[in-house]
């Protein structure tokens, strides 16, 4: 899953990711919604090891696949995605469920989801793409589907088999070791079947190919909710029956959910902690409930008593619970549909002028003799140096216009700071009250003092009485860029970029990767210490290292448009932001992962007591 990319992030990033959606002609992040949190999810008995990350799921379904590997290739009908963090395995007796960006809203004669899945066609013309008449196909799976607008109430839409691939691109050849230009619609449905793709070519000059099957759609499995009965769908549910036989092995790999563009209706709110424990009772008792059947009375026996205690457990649980996100829960998805302002999503201070708005971007107009303006997102959770954390943003930093003179202090900045300690002086004024900032920090100028330009996450402090400067840590030393490009801008102007910042609480470290084009751009050539790669010897990373005594208490993202106080450092540039996305992938105690799997302990402990027919 990569995300315009749903940020699922470009899958070299060390995280989630989190993907590239856009509509035909028009590339921007997230054109449609997709999953964004992951409820509970048991790998069953049966699923691929290797694929057990239920996060996999969230955001955007992949365009590029192997980033960093002998084998990268774009996503198309002959090449799915397949690196382990790109997919999630659904085994016998295992489930997942995920909760939805955007409620779906029924639409007269559907469908209204997509499921992205591993589904590929074998290659009767290699590397042409050729189709067989029947296609061949490997990946996919069947599950059961069930819906829900609530989290706790489900209807079943029965069994699917997903078997329809994806395409990335519209613009790019079936087996193309580098990313297209043009990015197919994951928000627009696809209504054939695999039998649709029997004998076509995947592109042709004079005949019908698959791409004119696909008609820019980038494909995958629709399903129809407007039978189910509910006027929203919230929450998806897949699981795979454990059907008894030893010698099968039932399983379905899942990329992405992504909705239609007519279907997307109101953001979906988190449900509780109780809600999870339904929804994890509901979903792990079922699977208990069919393996029983294999079970003798005294197994049955000791099944029961050890459910009717983690029961109690559940209980005590609940009640100590707060609400606290789920492990790994997207804080913060924005693709920018509209104005964030006026639809309530972000608050702006300083001058309104600074920013500009488009569907599916958001221009910030950073000059830095100007005053401080910024565009924030509450996360609705504050994070602190005890967390661990990310956040993954797509933005281009465009050429017209830009200026940045020869004097180092003013940088091109965004990333999570607080509502109420973070203040507009930065860099030198009179107040210094810019404290706890955790942000990528650009510093683009190049100067014959101090070299140029620079690139780090940074982190200001919580204030504790001292020096402002003394609360700054910057990564100086090896873990920099400086120089990296004499007298040249270090990022590229106008390309699409994807910059990644993930924080570590148990090793404390920061780490700042920047992508193009599906690729990590070498960032950490030539520090001061001249040791490529620095710590690590990485040169696609940058780390920042706090120390035991920094402290910090993040509440909200912002694209920062910091005031170079001193009054000589300028930077004039405009930057277009396209999709941001902030995960909180910290265990919070208890956890709602606990709660959901010890719900699911408390569902066996009742399917083993009343023989309820499933209907799943």
């Not at 691929?48 to 009908?77: I, K, M, Q």
């Not at 085994?91 to 995920?98: D, K, V």
């Not at 448009?561 to 932001?577: K, R, S």
Request: with cysteine; hydrophobic share 40%.
């Amino acid at each position: 899953m990569f995300r315009c990319q749903s940020l699922r992030a470009l899958s070299w990033a060390p995280v989630l990711i989190f993907a590239v959606a856009a509509s035909c002609g028009v590339q921007h992040a997230w054109a449609a919604s997709f999953a964004s949190q992951v409820l509970s999810y048991s790998p069953g008995t049966t699923s691929n090891p290797s694929y057990n990350d239920p996060t996999s799921a969230l955001g955007s379904p992949e365009r590029f696949s192997g980033e960093g590997g002998p084998f990268p290739s774009v996503v198309s009908p002959f090449s799915p995605p397949f690196l382990t963090n790109e997919l999630v395995s659904i085994g016998e007796g295992g489930h997942l469920t995920l909760r939805l960006q955007n409620f779906a809203l029924p639409q007269a004669g559907g469908p209204e989801i997509g499921v992205f899945s591993n589904v590929g066609i074998a290659d009767d013309n290699y590397p042409n793409g050729q189709a067989g008449t029947p296609p061949f196909i490997f990946g996919g799976g069947v599950a059961h589907v069930e819906v829900s607008e609530d989290g706790i109430a489900w209807v079943p839409l029965g069994l699917h088999t997903f078997n329809v691939p994806t395409n990335g691109y519209l613009d790019a050849g079936p087996f193309d070791g580098t990313p297209g230009s043009v990015f197919s619609d994951f928000g627009k449905p696809f209504t054939g079947t695999l039998s649709s793709f029997a004998g076509l070519p995947y592109s042709s000059l004079s005949d019908f190919d698959i791409l004119d099957l696909l008609d820019g759609s980038g494909g995958g499995t629709w399903i129809d909710i407007s039978g189910s009965g509910l006027s929203q769908v919230g929450f998806v549910r897949f699981s795979v029956a454990d059907d008894g036989d030893p010698f099968t092995s039932l399983k379905f790999e899942l990329d992405a959910l992504s909705l239609a563009d007519v279907a997307v209706g109101a953001a979906v709110p988190e449900p509780s902690s109780v809600a999870l424990a339904v929804t994890g009772g509901i979903g792990l008792g079922v699977g208990g409930w069919l393996r029983r059947k294999r079970h003798n009375q005294q197994q049955r026996k000791g099944t029961t008593k050890g459910a009717v205690a983690a029961a109690a457990l559940v209980v005590v649980l609940l009640f100590a619970s707060s609400a606290n996100s789920a492990s790994a829960a997207t804080l913060l998805l924005e693709n920018f549909a509209d104005d964030p302002v006026l639809g309530g999503r972000a608050t702006l201070s300083g001058s309104a002028s600074r920013f500009s708005f488009a569907p599916g971007s958001a221009t910030a107009h950073y000059d830095s003799f100007a005053p401080t303006a910024k565009l924030s997102f509450p996360l609705g959770k504050t994070l602190t140096q005890a967390d661990d954390f990310s956040f993954t943003v797509d933005f281009r930093l465009l050429s017209a216009g830009y200026v940045a003179n020869q004097n180092v202090g003013a940088q091109i900045a965004f990333g999570l700071t607080n509502a109420l300690t973070t203040g507009n002086d930065r860099a030198g004024g009179t107040t210094h009250d810019a404290f706890d900032v955790v942000t990528f920090d650009y510093y683009a100028n190049v100067s014959p003092q101090f070299g140029g330009p620079s690139l780090g996450p940074s982190v200001v402090q919580s204030d504790n009485g001292g020096s402002f400067f003394s609360r700054i840590v910057f990564p100086f030393g090896p873990e920099t860029s400086i120089d990296t490009i004499e007298g040249e801008p270090m990022l590229p102007f106008d390309s699409l970029l994807r910059a990644f910042v993930g924080y570590q609480a148990a090793t404390r470290t920061l780490t700042l990767t920047v992508g193009e084009a599906g690729s990590p751009l070498e960032i950490n050539l030539l520090g001061v210490s001249l040791l490529p790669g620095g710590f690590d010897g990485d040169v696609t990373t940058i780390q920042n290292i706090l120390p035991p005594s920094v402290l910090f208490s993040v509440d909200q993202f912002s694209i920062a448009q910091w005031q170079e106080t001193f009054g000589f450092g300028l930077i004039d540039a405009d930057v277009v932001f396209e999709g941001i996305h902030v995960v909180d992938a910290s265990v919070p105690e208890p956890s709602t992962w606990a709660i959901a799997s010890l719900g699911g302990v408390l569902g066996i402990a009742v399917g083993l007591r009343r023989r309820q027919q499933w209907h799943g």
